[in-house]
């Protein structure tokens, strides 16, 4: 597995990391969650993302990997009161929630805290920021970090506050490839989330959850010449969102022991060549309409 640098954070990660919404949102606690992290991470991962409203995520990565926690780096989010008293981007509550996810993971420190996609007058307004400001200065965590996308993510990156960008890339999310230069000349490491856009190529029939059913209407407007056949969009997702100038990592999530590892496969296979890239970038130039900015 390829390892790049996190930025100029002096962490060097596995370009594939492993997302885990899914674990929290679609798995059972048991033997499947354990099976999954242990063989990626027997297979070469070295980086875990999470959140603390990713339901029982953290919990489920604490009691399956907690014991190996020097094998991997462990990034997760904070702002969601995600079941503790009060509200979303309240300080008092963040920061009960930064101790309740280190509990939860059983470790007591992270290696990225990451602000989960708040607003930029929050961003502006700065409390939030000091509250993961104070947890990388009281040893919670090594780096801290914005995940966003759009005007957010661009104030996130020119304030020079953050270690790390997590944003939206895809065949089917290409806006924010527009702030990769600002972000390598930061020397920010950039974090790539839905680096497949929800697999939206595996059916004909639209989405089930809304929350896909933009990236599906997006692919079918773009019409990659490769769009019909499913196995192909895939590999060829993975390998994109690889090829983009700039990118730490992507992270895949994925309920399925094994997966990884067939992802892992895949970006072995190493970036596309300068034409295909340029093909896909621009068959986006030529369709992407105005209101198709990066999704959170």
């Keep these: 597995m390829e390892m790049r640098?996190?930025?100029?954070?002096?962490?060097?990660?596995?370009?594939?990391?492993?997302?885990?919404?899914?674990?929290?949102?679609?798995?059972?606690?048991?033997?499947?969650v354990s099976l999954l992290l242990n063989e990626a991470l027997d297979a070469g991962l070295n980086v875990i993302d999470t959140a603390e409203c990713y339901r029982d995520s953290e919990s489920k990565i604490g009691n399956a990997v907690g014991h190996r926690r020097s094998d991997y780096f462990l990034f997760t989010k904070t702002g969601h009161a995600a079941g503790l008293e009060g509200e979303d981007w309240d300080p008092t509550v963040m920061a009960r929630g930064i101790e309740r996810s280190l509990v939860n993971l059983r470790t007591d420190h992270v290696d990225l805290l990451q602000l989960h996609?708040?607003?930029?007058?929050?961003?502006?307004?700065?409390?939030?920021?000091?509250v993961?400001?104070?947890?990388?200065?009281?040893?919670?965590?090594r780096l801290i970090g914005y995940s966003g996308d759009g005007p957010?993510?661009?104030?996130?990156?020119?304030s020079g506050l953050f270690d790390t960008l997590q944003t939206s890339i895809s065949v089917c999310d290409q806006a924010n490839i527009d702030l990769m230069p600002q972000a390598i000349e930061r020397g920010m490491g950039v974090i790539v989330k839905r680096p497949v856009a929800n697999g939206v190529w595996s059916s004909s029939?639209?989405?089930?959850?809304?929350?896909?059913m933009p990236y599906y209407e997006r692919y079918r407007a773009l019409a990659y010449p490769w769009a019909a056949d499913a196995n192909l969009a895939g590999r060829t997702a993975l390998r994109f969102t690889l090829s983009v100038p700039g990118v730490s990592t992507m992270i895949v999530g994925t309920r399925t022991p094994g997966r990884w590892i067939q992802n892992a496969a895949v970006i072995a296979e190493g970036a596309l060549s300068d034409a295909e890239y340029r093909t896909i970038r621009e068959r986006w130039a030529e369709s992407a309409q105005p209101d198709w900015a990066g999704l959170t």
């Design 5 to 32: 640098p996190l930025g100029k954070t002096g962490l060097h990660v596995t370009v594939l990391g492993l997302g885990t919404s899914e674990i929290g949102f679609q798995l059972e606690e048991g033997a499947d």
């Design 117 to 130: 996609s708040c607003s930029l007058d929050l961003l502006q307004r700065g409390e939030v920021i000091q």
């Design 132 to 141: 993961v400001q104070r947890a990388k200065e009281a040893g919670k965590t």
């Design 152 to 158: 957010e993510a661009q104030w996130a990156i020119e």
């Design 205 to 212: 029939d639209p989405p089930a959850s809304p929350y896909a």
